[in-house]
């Protein structure tokens, strides 16, 4: 047991750069050890919306929950009293918390929905423990979280689960039921899509036996509409289930804000300096809710969600944000393949580049919100709006050992090959792409559908399925195994058995996905 | 604790049709704004004290509000502004100000003839609310006629206009040409009003012209480019974009007997068609 588990002291160059009322209460959200407010009798319920782990690294993790003991209530605030609380969080490495090895107390404060992001640091590496909070005499449920190796060790193993696209109202999250019960899973990367804005109404309201009040049938844009939404998809018990079963890392797309939003540009004509105003909102909603470290609170409509951490010597993990600094649609086909045009922003392919080109890790993972495997012109919305910035991530790739990239936003099981230029098929591969499916956006689906061919034209597409599902992901310092799973249905319910719909195996310095 | 968000100023109103656009200065970042609070009462005068929440018009994140829907003949309301922090916490409720919508002509002019109902849907037009896509089947020659007194909107005007933008459409210049008899040649300028559900995110020009000649150019604003898959904007939380447009029509373009008004989509994306209407002036 470490003497020095303790609470994580805070970033003070991060605190010096907002005001003082924001840091006072950003730091007693992550650690506030003379926490005054002592609990006044609350609501039962407090712990409804579960907990979470996240930014996981070998000594420890942040540990998340929001206080809610009203989930729905349409202020956006969890039917919480408009004051600060004081939450109490034990880490142990055993569920029934009998050898406890670090605590620590945050405050739960209305300016963030009374969530809370204590980092925990000082815990052994690779290593398992539990976590759970409490307030007064109401504990949450027990979260489990395994550390990642120390830096350079060995691993033998790594796996991972991708999902995307959860639109609640689409049906059931039966496959967040089925990648909870894996056993052999060490962390959950959400690829984007975590939340879906469009207004809730019968006409796509499929997940049946669900029904949502006229608070959920608009848009939204407010932050008690955005709060409102997470409130609601995160009440689902199998959402709930994969943030306590594994410390998850989120990227997003574009619903966690509006539909195919690009940069600061609205889809759907609101005006620059109005739209901020919503970004801002959306991006605080998004910390808010997550399990993320301080970096990712956005000041006004600026944030930064990019991350990365290594798991030992077996895998370097970089979280991309291909949408809040990409380059708006092209004017033309000109536009379109201008050198110049940028996805990610020149900053943020600078660090990507500068992290793959200085990797020692075997494996190399990216993920992002958009597809990057060649596809069609036409698919401005993805990586083939962008082909001179795929050109600079695919050459970056190539300076790394293994890379692959996890993407989602096409409701889709696709596995793809990167090929090192997709105008020059000659030059072999470099690496490998796998696209998870939908969690539940556009319900049941079907394996396939009349616009499969515009994947499956292209040899260097080895998968295509469009039920939903989740993808599962073993690393190993021989080889990559990615499981594709599918359930037939969400819509009714939630009992649908998992699917192996395809497996692939790619060795360690052989980019292809070989059938398994 | 973060601060009490500041109290809203700047308050401004500007008149449109049908409409009052309220703008004001947007606060800061700290404390986050959730969201404003718009109060409202008919008539050009508030009553004293905090606003009450039976007269909440709207909330909105964004510092701007167009209070839409008003009556065609012109109204004014009277509006307070307060801010709600990221904390729940409220802000003192801004001055009031007043603002009149614009009359349209729909309500101060005479009715010679019109193309549906000016309502804010596009529910009445053929193939609404979504079967754009059989429109280019349907009128292979870009070309939509629509005869007053013999067609019907349910029948031979179809709820979108396209546009040079619109690939699915071929990307052609449709033209909506509308044949209307007057019995006389008439002394005074017309009006046409010309409302729309929504526009796309390209915006455009739709043409006007009368007997051959061209009238103007209507500048499309960027819609949100959904009027094509939903077709009432009247729907509490509506993200369709209305449009108003009311020019005239010189009475020396009009003559006695056969009329033609045509629309063309010059440039941009499609419209998606509230009502078409000519007026007489009263």
Redesign the interface.
């Known amino acids: 047991m470490p003497a020095s588990a303790a609470p994580a002291p805070l970033s003070r160059r991060r605190l010096l750069q907002v005001s003082v009322a924001s840091a006072a209460v950003i730091a007693l959200g992550i650690h506030a050890p003379e926490a005054h407010a002592d609990p006044p009798p609350q609501r039962e319920g407090l712990f409804s919306l579960g907990v979470a782990s996240g930014a996981p690294r070998p000594d420890g993790a942040v540990l998340w929950t929001r206080l809610a003991p009203e989930p729905l209530a349409e202020d956006g605030h969890g039917g919480m009293d408009l004051h600060p609380l004081s939450v109490r969080w034990h880490v142990a490495r055993d569920a029934e918390f009998r050898q406890i090895v670090a605590r620590g107390q945050a405050l739960a404060q209305p300016e963030l929905a009374h969530a809370v992001h204590p980092r925990v640091e000082g815990l052994e590496p690779a290593t398992d423990y539990f976590y759970r909070f409490s307030v007064g005499r109401q504990t949450s449920p027990v979260g489990r979280l395994r550390t990642l190796p120390a830096e350079g060790a060995d691993a033998d193993s790594f796996s991972v689960g991708v999902v995307s696209c959860q639109a609640w109202y689409h049906g059931h999250f039966t496959a967040h039921k089925h990648l909870a019960a894996e056993e052999d899973l060490d962390l959950v990367v959400f690829v984007g899509d975590y939340i879906y804005e469009y207004g809730i109404t019968e006409t796509n309201l499929w997940r049946q036996g669900a029904e949502v009040g006229p608070a959920h049938a608009v848009e939204i844009e407010t932050l008690e509409q955005y709060r409102l939404r997470y409130a609601l998809f995160k009440s689902d018990p199998h959402l709930q289930a994969v943030h306590a079963r594994v410390p998850a890392v989120v990227v997003w797309d574009d619903h966690e804000v509006q539909n195919n939003y690009k940069g600061d540009v609205s889809d759907t004509g609101i005006p620059d300096d109005l739209f901020a105003h919503r970004i801002a909102v959306a991006y605080r909603a998004f910390y808010e809710n997550m399990p993320l470290d301080i970096e990712a609170l956005p000041e006004g409509p600026d944030t930064d969600i990019t991350t990365g951490f290594d798991v030992g010597s077996l895998a370097r993990f970089s979280m991309l944000d291909s949408r809040q600094f990409r380059d708006q649609l092209p004017v033309d086909a000109e536009d379109q393949y201008r050198e110049e045009r940028t996805i990610l922003g020149m900053e943020q392919e600078a660090w990507v580049t500068q992290r793959l080109a200085e990797s020692p890790a075997t494996w190399n993972v990216l993920a992002n919100g958009v597809v990057v495997a060649a596809v069609t012109e036409g698919h401005t919305d993805m990586w083939d709006g962008y082909p001179a910035a795929r050109q600079r991530l695919l050459d970056a790739m190539a300076t790394s050992q293994n890379p692959v990239m996890l993407t989602g936003d096409i409701h889709k099981h696709v596995a793809a090959e990167l090929l090192a230029d997709f105008t020059d098929p000659g030059r072999g591969n470099v690496g490998v792409e796998l696209v998870c499916t939908s969690v539940g956006s556009d319900g049941d689906g079907a394996k396939t559908n009349p616009n499969a061919g515009v994947w499956t034209q292209h040899d260097y597409i080895k998968l295509y399925d469009g039920r939903r599902g989740y993808v599962h992901v073993r690393l190993t310092p021989q080889e990559m195994v990615s499981s594709f799973y599918v359930v037939d249905w969400i819509e009714a319910d939630d009992t649908a058995p998992k699917q192996l719909t395809a497996r692939f195996t790619t060795p360690a310095g052989d980019p292809h996905l070989i059938p398994s | ?3 009490r968000p500041e109290t809203v100023t700047g308050l401004h109103t500007e008149p449109a049709l049908a409409s009052t656009v309220l703008t004001w200065d ?1 606060l800061g ?7 404003y609070r718009i109060y409202g009462i008919a008539g050009d005068s508030a009553p004293s004290g905090d606003p009450r929440e039976d007269d909440l018009l709207a ?6 509000f167009v209070h839409d829907g008003l009556d065609p003949a012109g109204e004014a309301w009277t509006y307070r502004v307060l801010a ?6 409220r802000a003192k409720p801004s001055a009031p100000i007043t603002g009149t919508s614009l009359p349209s002509v729909t309500a101060t002019g005479r009715e010679i003839a019109t193309i549906g109902a000016f309502d804010g849907r596009t529910l009445e037009h053929l193939l609404a609310p979504s079967g754009y896509a059989s429109i280019p089947e349907q009128y292979p020659e870009a070309l939509i006629e629509f005869v007053q007194g013999a067609d019907d909107p349910g029948s031979d005007w179809p709820y979108l206009l396209p546009g040079p933008g619109d690939a699915w459409a071929g990307k052609k210049a449709y033209r909506a040409r509308w044949t209307v008899t007057l019995e006389g040649a008439p002394a005074q300028d017309h009006d046409l009003a010309v409302w729309l559900v929504d ?1 796309t ?1 390209l915006g455009g020009i739709l043409r006007v012209s009368a007997n051959g000649e061209v009238v103007t150019d209507i500048e499309l ?6 009027g094509s898959r939903e077709g009432d904007a009247t729907l ?4 369709l ?1 209305r449009s108003f447009h009311e020019p005239a029509i010189p009475a020396g373009l009009l003559q006695a007997g056969e009329n033609v008004i045509e629309l063309e989509l010059a440039e941009g994306g499609w419209v998606a068609w509230d009502a078409v209407g000519l007026f007489a002036r009263e």
């Open positions: 604790m973060s601060p947007a970042w700290d404390p986050l704004i959730d969201h909330k909105t994140v964004y510092p701007r709600v922090s990221d904390a729940g916490r526009t995110r604003p960027r819609g949100a480019t959904r509490p939380g509506s993200t974009l």
